[in-house]
């Protein structure tokens, strides 16, 4: 448990009390979903708009310091050397999160597709977050740009906009969607690493 906390002293340190901010969204969902039987597709969807986004959040904070004057000069080698072990720090602890809710919903009665696109979109967030940082260089934007996007997938169950659709859609998926939203969240998240790559190493 020492070595656990001494692996992120420097987050705890860095972030503050922001650190533990998906730690409270995650407990707030745990304790509604222990006192509540939701069917299938209302928990999903409850993991897919709210949990699965804050995947996120430690990435943005993480690679937001670069952009303190003379930190980018100062410390991206340092940055670059430890970028993949950094980002799965952060996809570990978050994964072993959300099976703890699969265990609080039962972890046998959810579909292993669903364990497995959840793992896929949780990735795809991670590395999304880590790259709007570097491209928009503003914790702010990055955090309204996924924030809308997500609450546009939401309110419009990703049927109105002709953009990239990461989640599962219960009501549509029957029609062949399946294949085409796994494949998109896999192309994105092969492609928002090698821009991470790229930018790391201008």
């Known amino acids: 448990m020492n070595d656990l906390r001494k692996f992120f ?3 705890r340190k860095s972030m503050g009390i922001l650190f533990y901010f998906p730690f409270i969204v995650w407990a707030v ?19 897919q708009y709210i949990f ?3 995947y996120c959040f430690w990435p943005v904070f993480r690679y937001s310091e670069l952009l303190e004057d003379g930190a980018w000069e100062t410390l991206i080698n340092l940055y670059k050397k430890h970028a993949i ?4 720090r952060y996809y570990t602890v978050m994964n072993l999160l959300m099976i703890l809710l699969f265990f609080f919903r039962n972890l046998a009665d959810v579909p292993w597709h669903l364990i497995l696109f959840a793992l896929l979109l949780g990735l795809n967030f991670l590395l999304i977050g880590a790259l ?12 309204v ?35 085409f939203v796994y494949a998109a969240n ?9 821009l991470i790559r ?3 190493t201008e």
């Not at 072990?85 to 799965?88: A, F, G, N, P, Q």
Request: a negative charge; hydrophobic letters at 60%.
């Open 9 to 11: 002293y420097f987050d």
């Open 132 to 143: 709007l940082i570097l491209l928009v260089k503003n914790v702010e934007m990055a955090f």
């Open 85 to 88: 072990i950094d980002l799965m």
């Open 52 to 54: 699965l986004p804050m």
């Open 145 to 179: 740009f996924i924030a809308i996007y997500t609450v546009v997938e939401y309110v419009t169950n990703g049927e109105l906009i002709p953009w990239p659709h990461f989640f599962y859609k219960f009501n549509s998926m029957v029609d062949g969607n399946e294949a």
């Open 29 to 47: 969902f745990a304790i509604v979903l222990m006192f509540n039987d939701f069917e299938e597709a209302r928990f999903f969807q409850g993991l």
């Open 186 to 194: 896999i192309l994105s998240i092969v492609i928002a690493s090698l």
């Open 198 to 200: 790229r930018k790391l």
